[in-house]
Nanobody, 124 residues
């Protein structure tokens, strides 16, 4: 069992930055691939970024590539999402997720555990 707790969300102006963190419980964090998803009001949950268990491989949605950076610190059981050059369309609830099987990490159904989400609001 893995419990995930996100933090770092908030209100920021367009062009600003935020850093989200996802703290995981348990001693097997480094065996999970990790991801970030987001869901805006009235829209489906969408993939944002993912990272392999070692941190050597990362994946990004086209909409955030070049602006967002995913990383992890296995010693701290924590995953991060650095978000720069934020746009109003980035406004959403952001969720971290953990996948034991890894596989196709852009698909939400490949994740086993989810956090409760943190709100990110970007004003224009």
């Amino acid at each position: 069992q893995v419990q995930l707790v996100e933090s770092g969300g908030g209100l920021v102006q367009a062009g600003g930055s935020l850093r989200l963190a996802c703290a995981a419980s348990g001693r097997t964090f480094n065996s999970y691939c990790m991801g970030w998803f987001r869901q805006a009001p009235g829209k489906e949950r969408e993939f944002v970024a993912a990272i392999s268990w070692s941190g050597s491989t990362t994946y990004y949605a086209d909409s955030v590539r070049g602006r967002f950076t995913i990383s992890r610190d296995n010693a701290k059981n924590t995953e991060y999402l650095q978000m720069n050059s934020l746009k109003p369309e980035d406004t959403a609830v952001y969720y971290c997720a953990a996948s034991k099987r890894c596989g196709i990490l852009i698909l939400a159904e490949n994740y086993d555990y989810w956090g409760q989400g943190t709100q990110v609001t970007v004003s224009s």
